[in-house]
């Protein structure tokens, strides 16, 4: 039994040796993702590790890559940062710990997803599906852009599977004084209630949709959450600004 747990401790200490901390060195003015220069240390990210941004950053994902992934991305020191792509590209982030989520935006600090489609159509997504249970947490701003008016949706945030996939979905939580913003030409939120509610609006968060053609995701909404829409949504769930329980669609 004591060769059993040791071997057991090893495997799991192993399975963390290859995961890297790397903080953002880059500049403002729109370095890209995958250029080791831009990172301390000096490699580009991959799916099992850490990425630090705590300065103002435009971060740009280029190339003929279509998937960039990471385990989790943390925007603190009241930094704003944009993603910005201009074709189609995948941004997947994995973690499943609460204490290291998949993707943390700190109070003060906002991360905004922007598209074009300088190119043709951008359908970008930031995926936090690819795991049982993805944590997100948000206590500043989630902001989904697009400047895409080729585009099947615009930029957008899963957080759900269509169809439901009940091995891959995430937990995002959007905290007091937290926000998802949906601007007027992005996509809409890809959410579900099973297996669990993939969206956790907290007393205090808001998700504020300005599409035309808006929806509000399926999720738990306490008391005193906030949906705001903007524009003419497809589905008018609430008044301009309303308080509102709301446990998913109705």
């Not at 585009?151 to 926000?179: C, E, I, Q």
């Amino acid at each position: 039994m004591k060769r059993f747990l040791l071997f057991v401790f090893f495997v799991g200490s192993f399975s963390n040796v290859n995961a890297t901390i790397l903080t953002w060195v880059g500049g403002f003015l729109g370095d890209a993702w995958d250029q080791p220069n831009n990172w301390s240390p000096a490699m580009a990210p991959g799916a099992g590790d850490d990425v630090i941004i705590n300065i103002n950053a435009s971060i740009l994902f280029t190339g003929s890559t279509t998937v960039f992934e990471a385990n989790s991305v943390t925007i603190s020191g009241n930094a704003e940062v944009v993603f910005r792509v201009s074709t189609t590209k995948e941004i997947r982030l994995y973690s499943t710990q609460s204490l290291n989520p998949a993707l943390r935006i700190d109070a003060g600090c906002s991360l905004s997803f922007r598209g074009s489609n300088l190119m043709g159509g951008n359908d970008s997504v930031l995926d936090l599906t690819y795991g049982t249970g993805v944590i997100g947490s948000i206590y500043g701003t989630l902001r989904m852009e697009s400047s895409a008016p080729g585009a099947t949706t615009g930029v957008r945030l899963l957080v759900s599977r269509t169809p439901v996939n009940p091995a891959f979905y995430a937990v995002l939580t959007v905290y007091d004084g937290g926000k998802i913003e949906i601007t007027s030409t992005a996509g809409n939120t890809v959410s579900a209630l099973v297996p669990v509610p993939n969206l956790i609006m907290k007393n205090g968060g808001v998700y504020e949709n300005q599409k035309n053609g808006g929806l509000f995701p399926a999720g738990t909404w306490e008391p005193n959450s906030r949906a705001i829409e903007k524009g003419i949504p497809y589905l008018l769930l609430f008044p301009v600004t309303h308080m509102a329980t709301w446990n998913g669609m109705p």
